[in-house]
């Protein structure tokens, strides 16, 4: 048997130390990654509820009661908690890119996604289907709005706004609105708003061309409007990255924050608002002033090889979910959900 000569030795050794190096490299690499994930809430052990898996691919977020109901994509579907007992009570293959909660119908609707055809489905809180609609993809809507009368609407594709009739599931045509790119808030006056440039107007519901009010705003930044809460005196809306508090009756701002930049939805819960901002601040405001009653600022997530930077376009993919007990928060840029009691803030 030929022996080894010493320049083969010294190879095989290199290619045996290359190899340990890449398994130390790729289990440190997993270990970050790990790192990342959890972060932001080992700084609050004591406060958190439920630390969920990795859901990257978050479609929805709602509570119904202590009930936090989650829409993803498949596989993960639609699944819910409830975050008292940290029980799972809903697990279905079903995926879910838009939830919304009718408290006086006690229904909860969803929008699913599945190839050229779409759904929307409303369940009781029995978790049993009421009913459900498949259709192509200019009969489901984008989104679903409703209010404390009852009056539940859907935004279709065509920019049709439509009323859902809540015991069968027909859509009622109520008005065409092109331009639509403002969420709805329905009221008893019946106007929907729609932004243009640096203006906002207030029109009639059954007479789109009706404008109630115009205002322009010189300081409007340029953008979409994502979010809209109306409480029969005030509008608050998220447009681009700010908030702003407009009198319903007028159209007159009565203040706009924009210290850091809004990088979530917004919860509104007895005059406050709960909102997370672009440095990953859970902030309190007050509704009728925007002033900050306190702060909550979660960790910097670790670099790691898919996010070298924490970027305003990450965090703001982020989403949160609000009642009396508990916070949800999904931190869009470590695609990561956890629920947190609201005694954080204290």
Known sequence: METMKPIHIIILMCAIAIFLVMIFLQTQQFDGINAVETLRLEAYPDDLVLDLDTFASYQGLTFVDNTLYIGTSSPNGLVAYDVTTQEQTLDLNYPARHIVYDDELALLYVVGRGGVIN???????????????????????????????????AWLPSDELARIESDNGVFLSEAIQPNFDLDYSQSASGYFWTVYGSVLEARLIENSNEVIWRSTYEEFPSGTTRQVWF?????????????????????????QYDETGIASNFEVIDEEIIVLDAEASLLRLDLLT?????????????????????SSEAIGSSVIAVNADYIAIFFGDTDTLAVFSYSIFE
């Open 119 to 153: 759904s929307l489905t409303a369940y009781n809180l029995q978790n049993e289907i009421v009913w459900a609609i498949n259709q192509n993809n200019t009969r489901i809507p984008v989104r679903i709005f409703v209010n404390s009368a009852g009056d539940d609407f």
């Open 231 to 255: 409480d029969g005196n005030y509008i608050l809306m998220k447009h681009s990255a700010q908030l702003w508090l407009i009198n319903y009756e007028t159209g007159a701002l009565v203040w």
């Open 290 to 310: 925007g002033a900050i009653i306190n702060r909550v600022t979660f960790e910097q997530p670790l670099e790691d090889q898919r996010r070298t930077t924490v």
